[in-house]
């Protein structure tokens, strides 16, 4: 840039031009050292995505495929990699991204649902609030279903409520399978017994297998196909009213089971984070344009062929609700009648 001064001017005049073309020289300095937009961020960079559980559960298996995909949609083509953080039902997961996690975009954390009801419903014990973190979408809802296992497992809603015990297995109190298992005991009353601090579902399918456990409350997807094949896994009921291909028809849904208005209030709010089932979040202070190129990867991903085939192979389903939604979703939840939280909360007891 040129600055130039007529030799008519005043001196005045021709300070003031000096201090204008000292300053323009400065900015235009200052912005040929800053990259030309946030696209070039992610190039030469390493995306991590935080898993909140252990591997070999549904949470790892999804995230392992997204990873192998969404780098090819974000501009500069950034390295992905996967790292698993178990802990308290995935609240760990979700807390690194307030304490030590990089806060500039490198960084996505997936977890369990179940932190959704339970921030909302004991905001004193988790300490997050879940509206604050940036939404990078979801990839489906959790299909939520309980099971029996083995030939003298509980195969119906009848069976279950008349035996004397139905045991569940469970990360911690706010994981989703806790949650829902929690649910048939405080609003129908089933005899279910809950034992927590199993890492991740691929360790309770070792408990369920061993005999330790009676069946599951968790998502469809995450039941081995063999287990429903040959006549292992026993679906009877399930918590979300659409159905999924691999639910069973003999699952009934919960609702039909509700017979008064407190009893469907409850279901409403404890099912309601199930439209969450695999999120994708990251701190609150990444800068909003590198955001912006998250979501948009993140729904690129979603569509892409590679992606959707290899989900489909392991039988977990893609129905995508992008991050503006999901946040309105949450939005929703959040401001629920204060007597319906009130009653939810002896789910945690």
Known sequence: MRCRRSSAVTAGTAVRDSVFCFLSAVLLSVIATQPASAQDFYKGKTLTIVVGSTPGGGFDAVARRAAARIGDHIPGNPTVIVRNMPGAGSLTSVRYLDTSAPKDGTTITT????????AIVQPEKVGLDLTKFGWVGVVSPEFLVCYGFGPKGVKT????????????????????????????????????????????????????????????????????????????????????????????????YVGKFAKTEEQRELLDLITASDKLGRPFIVSKDVPADRLAILR???????????????MAK?????????????????????NLPPVTVARARKIYE
């Not at 063999?226 to 009877?236: K, L």
């Not at 948009?296 to 290899?310: G, P, V």
């Not at 392991?314 to 959040?334: D, R, W």
């Open 157 to 252: 809603w009848h069976d279950m409520m008349s035996r004397k015990e139905f045991i569940l297995g469970a990360t911690a109190r706010g994981a989703g399978n806790y949650i829902t298992g929690a649910a048939l005991r405080v609003v129908f009353q089933a005899p279910v017994k809950m034992i927590i601090g199993f890492p991740g579902s691929a360790d309770r399918r070792i408990a369920i297998e061993r005999g330790e456990l009676d069946g599951d409350c968790s998502a469809i997807d995450i039941i081995p196909a063999d287990w429903q094949r040959d006549g292992n896994a026993h679906v009877f009921v399930r918590f979300t009213e659409a159905l999924s291909p691999r639910v069973p028809d003999s699952a009934s």
């Open 314 to 334: 392991q039988h977990l389903p893609v129905v995508p609700l992008s991050g503006t939604a999901a946040g309105e979703v949450l939005a929703k939840l959040s």
């Open 296 to 310: 948009r990867a993140f729904e690129e991903t979603m569509k892409d062929e590679s992606f959707c085939a290899d």
């Open 111 to 118: 977890f369990n649902p179940g932190l959704i009801t339970q």
